[in-house]
């Protein structure tokens, strides 16, 4: 079971929306609709951001969204702030492989 | 509140078994609707799942690490345990268990701080 796909790195301003890329498979991200994703500050252990897609656990900001079109899940920050800067990893269930990550994108506030 | 917390050696040497304990606080590991797992993340790289368990049901293991690894539980201490066999310098991670909800994917959530393994002779 391979790692999904996300870009290395994604920038913006103060402000600004994001947006990062999850790519997977028909075998993952692309059969089940149970997408998460999680923040990981530097030394941090990582945090759940969201789940099932599109879902906010309690006390994580509305400024995080997430989608998904077929075999790719999306994970948007809107009004980017200096403390959003982290690595954002997602992970996807995968059927008789368990769960697979994300290779992680590394998100810097300019 | 949940509270998970690793432990065990922080070196192991090459083709000898790593072990490592997580040792719950807040809920029992016996508690319906949750599994409990093991991820690990190599120095400066990504995160890797390696398996969970659901308390009288089965137990999971990535593919890539199956014929290694072993998850088990101890029910009288409140703790689950790891052990990956024969392991080389790429089995070098921090290692961190957490617990996940059921049938919602992978709902990580508490993690524990999570434990470096160096493997070195």
């Known amino acids: 079971q391979s790692a999904l796909t996300q870009p290395a790195s994604v920038s913006g301003s103060p402000g600004q929306s994001i947006t990062i890329s999850c790519t997977g498979t028909?075998?993952?991200?692309?059969?089940?609709?149970?997408v998460s994703w999680f923040q990981q500050h530097p030394g941090k252990v990582p945090k759940l951001t969201i789940f099932?897609?599109?879902k906010r656990p309690s006390g994580v900001s509305d400024r995080f969204s997430g989608s998904k079109s077929g075999n790719t899940a999306s994970l948007t920050i809107s009004g980017l702030q200096a403390e959003d800067e982290a690595d954002y990893y997602c992970?996807?269930?995968?059927?008789?492989?368990?769960?697979?990550f994300g290779t992680g994108t590394k998100v810097t506030v300019l | 509140q949940l509270q998970l917390q690793e432990s065990g050696p922080g070196l192991v040497k090459p083709s000898e078994t790593l072990s490592l304990t997580c040792t719950v606080s807040?809920?029992?590991?016996?508690?319906?609707?949750?599994?409990w797992g093991w991820i690990r993340q190599p120095p400066g790289k990504g995160l890797e799942w390696i398996g969970e368990?659901?308390?009288?049901?089965?137990?999971y293991y990535n593919p890539s690490l199956k014929s290694r690894v072993t998850i088990s539980a101890d029910t009288s201490k409140n703790q689950f345990s790891l052990r990956l066999s024969s392991v080389t310098a790429a089995d070098t991670a921090t290692y961190s268990c957490?617990?996940?909800?059921?049938?919602?994917?992978?709902?990580?959530?508490?993690w524990g701080q999570g434990t470096l393994v160096t493997v070195s002779s």
């Open positions: 957490a617990r996940r909800r059921s049938g919602s994917g992978p709902t990580f959530d508490p």
């Open positions: 807040g809920d029992s590991i016996t508690s319906s609707g949750y599994y």
């Open positions: 368990f659901y308390y009288g049901g089965s137990t």
């Open positions: 028909s075998s993952d991200v692309g059969s089940y609709n149970v």
């Open positions: 099932e897609v599109n």
């Open positions: 992970c996807s269930y995968a059927g008789i492989s368990g769960h697979v």
